[in-house]
């Protein structure tokens, strides 16, 4: 049995609307003295769920979350300039929780798919223990922001299977995602012929002249691979799945465009990690029967990837890297940093290792939400940056044992469905949503090795939520003659 979209839109009660605004604008007013830039925020905060408040979803909800996908995407990119901190996203996710919990207090429902209830109520456990174990972290500052992180994060990933349950919602929310692709690779190359794009979070790493480096804009060139990793399969499977021209043109350009900017990242860790995304495309097709015909077509794509990728690490491709670039794609130096304890490769090997006693010490239980990096700033000689980097990792060691595996089940969830969903669903669209989307998890197991920590790193989360997608695309479809709606 399926269910319709969520109702969240009908009209409220006017006096509850009027006292809350009433209240929020006395708070507006001493805000204008202390601190002006909250004030226009609170405002437009005010106005938001007013609109929301009084409006179907059919016309604002859809697009509203879709906005609030991208600028989760856009991150810091998207900031107040008197406030850094003050996302549009957060701002967003603020909105759409306080319409939610409103519309439950005039006594609304939120109707969902059966689709995701199991991953909805991992990621809800998941966030209880997350407040569970602030009681004993040592920083408990640290510990509350984290959970707040993922409060935000796992909100968003909730509200798109609630709210992209249509073919068309669908179908729009992946071109919006498409666009936003196409923006932020071709910020990235600009960066690389030395023209700065306002909308980009970091200047410190792009100067005049070439640039050594992309970083697009996420402020940081790791995080950059990763998204461009996680984005990389549907592009892929949008040249598999479908078999009209127009598609397959796009998919294969994306392609080349996602590892042409990867190779100006410099980044080892999502390089592999996309090669591993080929491998377990060509693995998938290579075992299902109905799409051995597409298996020709996805070894003359790798086939043409690695034409376009091996010669510019040697220095004679098509993409001239700067040799500083290509240096950190030397995997033997890797191997001779962890060798020699020195260098990114000996970090990491020791954050691992005082990660794991971490986490023996704490009895598995962990250290508390986000305390990982307090206690690596006390180990006697701690790394330059305290972050982890292995979200895996960071996981364990702030939530312990139970953290994990409510994590690991999570994923593993939306992972084996997702195949299934691709395997046996008729409907293109689903195929390609479910295929992409399980893809992308594979490649996720090593990029997220890469950002120095990846709660607030929302392409995740947005691969994390357009899984449930897949997964509530996959139930309506099967309800529905095979094909979504």
Not at 88 to 97: A, H, K, N, T
Not at 301 to 316: E, H
Request: a positive charge; aromatic letters at 8%; glycine letters at 10%.
């Amino acid at each position: 049995m399926t269910t319709r979209a969520p109702q969240l839109g009908s009209r409220l009660p006017q006096w509850p609307l009027l006292v809350g605004i009433a209240l929020l604008t006395a708070l507006g007013a001493v805000l204008s003295v202390v601190m002006p830039t909250a004030a226009i925020a609170l405002v437009v905060l005010v106005a938001l769920v007013v609109v929301l408040g009084n409006s179907t979803p059919g016309r604002l909800l859809a697009p509203f979350t879709a906005i609030a996908v991208i600028a989760a995407v856009m991150g810091p990119s998207l900031a107040l300039p008197q406030a850094p901190s003050v996302f549009l996203f957060r701002i967003l996710i603020v909105v759409l929780g306080i319409a939610v919990m409103g519309h439950l207090l005039m006594g609304g429902r939120i109707v969902y798919s059966r689709a995701i209830g199991i991953p909805a109520a991992l990621l809800g456990a998941l966030l209880v223990w997350s407040v569970i174990s602030i009681t004993w972290a040592d920083d408990r500052g640290a510990a509350v922001r984290w959970t707040l992180f993922l409060i935000m994060m796992v909100g968003i990933v909730l509200a798109m299977p609630l709210v992209f349950t249509t073919r068309r919602r669908v179908i729009r929310l992946m071109i919006a995602l498409g666009w936003l692709f196409v923006l932020v690779t071709g910020v990235a190359f600009l960066q690389v012929i030395g023209i700065h794009v306002p909308v980009s979070h970091s200047t410190s790493q792009v100067t005049t002249g070439v640039s050594s480096v992309a970083i697009s804009v996420f402020g940081d060139q790791n995080n950059f691979a990763t998204y461009l990793t996680l984005a990389l399969p549907y592009m892929v499977c949008l040249a598999v799945v479908y078999s009209d021209l127009r598609r397959r043109v796009i998919g294969i350009a994306g392609t080349l465009g996602a590892l042409g900017a990867m190779l100006f990242t410099g980044s080892r860790a999502n390089l592999l990690a996309a090669a591993l995304v080929f491998a377990a495309l060509l693995l998938f097709l290579a075992t299902d029967l109905r799409t051995r015909r597409a298996l020709i077509g996805v070894i003359v794509i790798v086939a043409v990837a690695v034409a376009f990728v091996v010669p510019s690490l040697l220095g004679f491709g098509v993409v001239r890297l700067p040799k500083s670039t290509a240096t950190k794609f030397n995997f033997n130096i890797l191997q001779q940093e962890v060798a020699s304890g020195s260098g990114s490769g000996a970090v990491r090997t020791n954050l691992l290792n005082d990660g794991l006693d971490f986490i023996g010490q704490t009895g598995g239980f962990g250290l508390g939400a986000g305390n990982a990096e307090s206690h690596v700033k006390q180990l006697p000689n701690p790394p330059p940056v305290p972050n982890l980097h292995d979200w895996w990792l960071e996981v364990a060691v702030d939530l312990g044992v139970v953290g994990l595996a409510l994590y690991v089940a999570f994923y593993l969830n939306i992972f084996t469905r997702q195949l299934r969903a691709a395997r046996r669903s008729t409907d293109p669209l689903v195929r390609y949503l479910s295929l992409a989307g399980a893809i992308s998890l594979v490649g996720l197991v090593v990029s997220s090795l890469d950002p120095s920590s990846m709660i607030s790193f929302a392409p995740m989360w947005v691969v994390f939520g357009l899984g449930l997608v897949a997964l509530v695309a996959a139930d309506h479809a099967a309800a529905q003659g095979g094909i979504l709606e």
